[in-house]
């Protein structure tokens, strides 16, 4: 009876595994052929392939039906790791399975990015696969007792864990550059690969770890403001026919500012928590293995030393405030881990202004003053995390007016999520001005850092115009003193919040 299930399964197994090599072929990067690859990828490779058909057929009975949903679900990781490729240079990797739940709790930050051919495609995929399965093929139950069709089943699973457990015993090395781990192992190996790393322990040195002593304290604590905006990068270098005047609050900040630049960031398009933890951590993308693409699904639950743990042991009140939903990479979890006291979230913008879909730059700005004003004697680090210029921006429209706000000279066509970015990054400049009347007011010394977590995603944008270094830009200013010369200093993220105490007088922590 054996016989009759090997003779059913193993051909549908063998040609589900071939088509999926063949399907591989589509990602971008495409990966080696399979002959080129470690032994290990492709036992794993084609381990998990005879695994995941197994649990299938357990449910459906019927091997190419379960083998032609599994191609389904493959291609559709395939479309969706090229809509990524395609927005945001990074291919599909293991940490990236989380979001799928995220789109389905957030749809507009995720499922435009996937396109609707592709999604027609993946759908088309999937029900031709049912409808064939059904009608085409009968259980083998049919045929088979059930003690014959467990048996079998598990002796495929059990080949399978083991090409799996041969695959994992000589652990690939990866590089965690996402594209060339692709490349070079083929997608279903690079996925098992980044997911065993994010369970190896990762004890980087944390440079904000160390106790603070009488040495590390200031006569007089400024008050810190740091804003990480939203996509914010000065597109004026990306076409020369927008206006001078767009970022006029931003110029003047900048030219009386301790120093300002360039600005080396860990995200391209999207992503924010890894700027967003580079920053308040100090540790670079090396330092993190694997967690530098998502420090916040492993790493940052574990609390790890920031610069805002630093400044609570000084004395400081620490608080973030980011007008999104708090559960959004879990930052409701995280952020009391990193050292903030309190986390001002979504709920506390009800009935704000909004500019586009998100809470507006201004309305952020003016809680951020209310805060300032209602700080008392206590010393108050305000982190913002700005949410008005996040996209999907060609979800938007280009208002009446805003070409002849935003530029000297028409922007060729198919620019439109350009002049909708510009159209909030005028509102992220009228932020700025509005916070640094409000620190000027205050009557201690006080900084402002600004900076942007990432360039927009404008693909069509980039590929009529040019494509940006991925740099953002950022400024240090202070009150209660000179002046600063507006120097030019290029920067690394996990640099940026050292240079900010150092230059506000504290003795940076070396832990």
Known sequence: MLDSFW??????????????LFLERLLQPSPKPFWRRPAAALAIHVGLWLYFSTGLLLVVQRPFFAVGALLAGFLFIVLVSNAKADSLHEPFIFQDFEYFRDALRHPRLYLPFLGAGRAVLAVLALAAAIVAGLSMEESLLDGLSNEHFLAGSGVLALTGLLLIGFGTWRRIPVCFDAASDLRNLGLLPALWRYGEEEHRPCRPPMPFAAAVSPALEVPARPTLVVVQSESFFDPRRLFSGIRDDLLSEYDALR????????????????????TEFAFLSGLSADSLGVHRFNPYRRLGR??????????????YRTICVHPYVASFYSRHRVLPRLGFDEFIDLRAFAGAARSGPYVSDLAVADRVCSLLQEAGGQPLFVFVITMENHGPLHLESVAPGDE?????????????????YLRHLANADRMLGRLRVAIEA???????????????IMPAVYRTLARPDGQTDYLLWRTGGEPGAGERREVSIERLAGLL??????REPTG
């Open 404 to 420: 002849d706000r935003f530029y000297s000279v028409a922007p060729p066509a198919g620019c439109d999520e350009l002049t909708i």
């Open 442 to 456: 205050l009557p201690d010394p006080a900084c402002l850092c600004w900076f942007g977590d990432h360039v927009p």
């Open 7 to 20: 003779c059913v399964v193993l051909p549908a197994v063998a040609v589900g595994a071939v088509f999926s």
């Open 501 to 506: 105490l150092r230059e506000m007088g504290f």
């Open 302 to 315: 574990q609390g790890v030393a920031t610069l805002a743990s630093f400044l609570k042991q000084l004395g």
């Open 255 to 274: 030219a009386r500012a301790i120093c300002h630049g360039p600005l080396a960031v860990a995200a391209w398009g999207a992503n924010t928590v890894r």
